[in-house]
């Protein structure tokens, strides 16, 4: 029973195409986050957001974009796709307590021929 | 800057054996939280066991357990009676933990891939 559900699960695209991942949770966490993953690989911080309206870049440098206008939704665009943003795509979120760990959802598996 | 480091890229154990994953960190934060997950095949993301810097004792969650050793900056996963299940990703990951209690970010060491041999 999934609380964070991450849709599409995969996604195969061609370069050039707009693409929006999203991202839905309903435990009400006022925290949410985007992973990007390569394969076997570490997780990198891309986006996060503390609130609806707030919005941040992570560690790693992203083309995407996202947004916070409900608390519950944390999606995540692709303007215009490349190979190179072939990847996995993990969304989580977590409550205010900071010994609370994160919920991940499925993740998304993104390639873009 | 806060950095997690696994130094185990895979690992091998014989099913129904003992083994423990490495993981080592850097803070100048005296307050963190410490964690494990686990990632299947699959992709998702599994948390198994939590540690806070300032708990006294190793945490553990059923056959997991943590080995915590805050002078050396070390945390490293035992995994007790291994199954063929317990193949996977394992990434330690640390969070910070503000004044503010606003919460860190969570930041994640390489990952060590486990194989369990029947």
């Known amino acids: 029973e999934a609380d964070i559900y991450q849709t599409p699960r995969y996604l195969v695209i061609g370069t050039g195409k707009k693409i929006t991942l999203e991202c839905s949770q309903t435990m009400g966490h006022d925290k949410m986050y985007w992973y990007q993953q390569d394969p076997g690989m570490e997780l990198h911080l891309i986006h996060y957001s503390y609130g609806v309206n707030s919005t941040e870049k992570g560690d790693l440098s992203s083309e995407s974009t996202v947004s916070r206008i409900r608390t519950e939704h944390f999606p995540l665009t692709l303007e215009s796709a490349r190979p190179s943003h072939t990847s996995q795509y993990l969304c989580?979120?977590?409550?205010?307590?900071?010994?609370?760990?994160?919920?991940f959802g499925s993740g998304t598996r993104l390639t873009v021929v | 800057a806060q950095k997690i480091t696994q130094t185990q890229p895979g690992m091998f154990v014989q099913e129904k054996e003992a083994v423990t994953l490495d993981c080592t960190y850097d803070?100048?934060?005296?307050?963190?939280?410490l964690f494990w997950y686990k990632q299947p095949s699959s992709g998702e993301m599994i948390f198994l066991i939590y540690?806070?810097?300032?708990?006294?004792q190793n945490a553990t969650e059923g056959r997991y357990s943590l080995n915590f050793q805050k002078a050396r900056k070390s945390a490293n996963l035992v995994i007790s009676a291994s199954q063929l299940g317990d193949s996977a990703m394992y990434f330690c990951?640390?969070?910070?933990?503000?004044?503010?209690?606003?919460?860190?970010?969570?930041?994640f060491g390489q990952g060590t891939e486990l194989s369990v041999k029947p």
């Open positions: 990951a640390m969070r910070e933990l503000p004044a503010n209690n606003q919460g860190g970010k969570l930041i």
């Open positions: 540690q806070g810097s300032y708990d006294q």
């Open positions: 803070t100048s934060d005296p307050s963190y939280g």
């Open positions: 989580a979120s977590s409550e205010f307590r900071t010994n609370y760990g994160y919920t």
